[in-house]
């Protein structure tokens, strides 16, 4: 499959970026000509969601200053709802030192309701 760069999209759809101490908040719009979306599905395509886990990722870097944060280990990740073309994605981070990184919690909402809530562990 081409055009399959999570991170690097999250990143340049990502706005609204605002941080408060160790928390931090942004939107994203994935736009329906997005090259991975013609695979993921033909006919009735929804944002993947390692785009979602993507955009967890680009808002704490973003919100941090460090565009080398990478994602060290997923603790947990739960998609309640589907993603689509379109859709506003609500961003909420808020992240603490542990001895293995950076620990992030993160939840995305779309059309008020949680679409995904994950775990990371960042370094």
């Known amino acids: 499959m081409t055009g399959m760069l999570p991170v690097q999209d999250a990143v340049t759809h990502l706005v609204e970026v605002a941080r408060d101490g160790d928390a931090a908040t942004g939107a994203a719009t994935y736009p329906a000509e997005l090259p991975v979306l013609a695979g993921h599905f033909p006919g009735n395509p929804v944002v993947p969601g390692v785009h979602v886990v993507g955009l967890v990722l680009a808002l704490v870097r973003a919100a941090l200053g460090q565009p080398d944060l990478a994602i060290a280990a997923i603790g947990r990740v739960k998609w309640p709802r589907v993603s689509l073309p379109g859709d506003r994605l ?15 919690d993160g939840t995305v909402a779309n059309g008020g309701e949680v679409a995904c809530k994950v775990r990371l562990t960042c370094r």
Do not use: I, M
């Not at 609500?90 to 992030?104: C, I, N, P, S």
């Open 90 to 104: 609500e961003v909420a981070v808020k992240w603490r030192e542990t001895d293995d990184g950076l620990q992030v």
